[in-house]
């Protein structure tokens, strides 16, 4: 297993962009802007795009943190 990166048989660990947006409910745009910006981490398998859940618990810790300063 690598060290990098350990992802559950069941794909748990990485989210799609569709669930995502579901997620932060913000539209398809936003959460590209997101990915883009690097504010949310992510990794290209392929074609696809997938979000680590652990990136987008960050990423909500993050903006409540300065949301709170």
């Known amino acids: 297993m690598s060290t990098l ?3 559950s048989s069941t794909g748990e660990d990485l989210l799609t962009v569709p669930q995502v ?7 398809r745009s936003a959460v590209y802007d997101l990915l883009r910006s690097r504010q949310l981490a992510s ?5 696809a795009r997938r979000i680590p859940a652990h990136a987008l618990t960050d990423f909500i810790r993050t903006r409540l ?3 709170a300063a």
């Open 5 to 7: 990166l350990a992802v």
């Open 21 to 27: 947006m579901a997620r932060l409910q913000l539209g």
């Open 43 to 47: 990794i290209t398998l392929g074609r």
């Open 65 to 67: 943190e300065q949301e």
